[in-house]
């Protein structure tokens, strides 16, 4: 009787020592990147600049000039501005032109960050 009651204390804790144990956890890293899927839209027309004359008035030549020009444009108005002012002018127009250089580097940067892939295939 006490060999069968040990056979049954044996069996009964290999059994419940197998029902206890727990394998170690396996972790399993899948990598995917996932590309978000943005349209890429066409670019709007270039800008279309209208030729400006710009004249250059004197003291010495200002009544020739009020005569030619309201000869060729009927109406004489003066839009005055300083040699000073006119450089302030240009530099404003050459930042302007480097900030849409720049916008325009942003956006190509954008545009070829999402357009697909294509995978090439090496030659057998």
Known sequence: ML???SLMILGISLLTACS????EKEIVTIEKIIKPQIQV???????QM?????????EQNLDEFIKRFAK???EVV????SVRDYENMAVNLSELRRYI????????YYETAVKPQVEEKTGE
């Open 72 to 74: 060729e444009n009927g």
């Open 41 to 47: 839209v066409e670019r709007p027309k270039p800008v």
């Open 3 to 5: 060999l069968r009651m």
């Open 78 to 81: 003066f839009y005055s501005i």
């Open 101 to 108: 250089e720049q916008q325009n580097s942003v956006i190509l």
């Open 20 to 23: 206890s144990y727990k394998p």
């Open 50 to 58: 209208n030729d400006i004359k710009f004249y250059v008035v004197t």
